[in-house]
């Protein structure tokens, strides 16, 4: 069973940077396209950013773009958010997933945040 890990989580100044990665265990992943989401207080998770499983292609939600930059190792699978220019907004529990890449559908449906598998999250608190 896949299991995904994510760390760097923490509390960061407005206008800070933050990297946060993604570990998975028991199991390969290079099959698979991984995301990043979100999930405010009192809000509903929200996607952020996806990446294929080549690590050539990207798409991001509007609220990041510029800002946040998704990757991957296509060797470990790992997979980071870098973050930038962090607005208090941005303050959520980031979680990373993984789903198989059918070939059916483009990159962007990962928004609709039907995932195999995901983390348990990590807390990211933007100090304005």
């Known amino acids: 069973q896949v299991q995904l890990v994510e760390s760097g989580g923490g509390l960061v100044q407005a206008g800070g940077p933050l990297t946060l990665s993604c570990a998975a265990s028991?199991?390969?992943?290079?099959?698979?396209?991984m995301g990043w989401f979100r999930q405010a207080p009192g809000k509903l998770r929200e996607f952020v950013a996806a990446?294929?499983?080549?690590?050539?292609?990207?798409y991001y939600a509007d609220s990041v773009k510029g800002r946040f930059t998704i990757s991957r190792d296509t060797a470990t699978t790992a997979t980071d958010l870098r973050m930038s220019s962090l607005r208090s907004e941005d303050t959520a529990v980031y979680y990373c997933?993984?789903?198989?890449?059918?070939?059916?559908?483009?990159?962007?449906?990962?928004?609709?945040?039907?995932?195999?598998?995901w983390g348990k999250g990590t807390l990211v608190t933007v100090s304005s």
């Open positions: 997933a993984a789903v198989w890449d059918s070939g059916v559908y483009a990159l962007n449906h990962m928004a609709s945040g039907e995932m195999d598998y």
């Open positions: 990446i294929s499983r080549n690590g050539v292609d990207t």
């Open positions: 028991g199991g390969s992943l290079t099959g698979y396209r």
